[in-house]
């Protein structure tokens, strides 16, 4: 059984329904291995609680909000 794992900041409830219909989807196409046999779980983390760079994201979010209104 495929196991699709997803680590991110914190989702919808429709940005989740249609992240693991569109990977399940698409991991399905290129395996070629039915879409039932997928299984996909949605790691949420808060933006305080990972960073990139030296820097949490929600402080790189702040900024590129800032510079790209």
């Avoid at 429709?14 to 989807?25: G, P």
């Avoid at 070629?32 to 979010?61: M, S």
């Amino acid at each position: 059984m495929p196991y699709i794992t997803v680590e991110s900041g914190i989702l919808s409830d429709e940005q989740k329904e249609q992240l693991i219909q569109q990977l399940t989807k698409a991991a399905s196409e290129i395996m070629q291995v039915p879409q039932e046999f997928f299984a996909v779980t949605i790691k949420e983390l808060p933006d305080k609680n990972f960073g990139i760079g030296g820097r949490t994201i929600d402080r790189v979010k702040a900024e590129y909000r800032r510079l790209h209104p």
